[in-house]
């Protein structure tokens, strides 16, 4: 079993910036995409973005491209989600997942075989 542990949520004000981090509990499993979803409350969870772990060719949802950026750090184990220009409608709990197996539908949630607890993000206007 992966565990996943997300960090560096917390409180900002609208056109501020987060960087989130999310390390993998062990080194070596089958991941081929590592993503990054969030909710907020009543509303289902979304896309954000995903990075597939072996060629770092990255994918976003059309709300946050340009202000977000996903990158990882293999040597860590690790996978960032650098937020900048923060709006008041980024705010939700932002989860981290795995996908072990290539998949077209990467921006769906039910392709993710390992979540991690979430953490979370408050934009204040």
């Known amino acids: 079993q992966v565990q996943l542990v997300e960090s560096g949520g917390g409180l900002v004000q609208a056109g501020d910036s987060l960087r989130l981090s999310c390390t993998a509990s062990?080194?070596?499993?089958?991941?081929?995409?590592m993503g990054w979803f969030r909710q907020a409350p009543g509303k289902e969870r979304e896309f954000v973005a995903a990075i597939t772990w072996n060629s770092g060719s990255t994918y976003y949802a059309d709300s946050v491209k340009g202000r977000f950026t996903i990158s990882r750090d293999n040597a860590k184990n690790t996978v960032y989600l650098q937020m900048n220009s923060l709006k008041p409608e980024d705010t939700a709990v932002y989860y981290c997942a795995v996908s072990a197996e290539y998949s077209e539908s990467y921006w769906r949630t039910y392709d993710y075989d390992h979540w991690g607890q979430g953490t979370q993000v408050t934009v204040s206007s």
């Open positions: 062990r080194r070596t499993f089958s991941r081929y995409y």
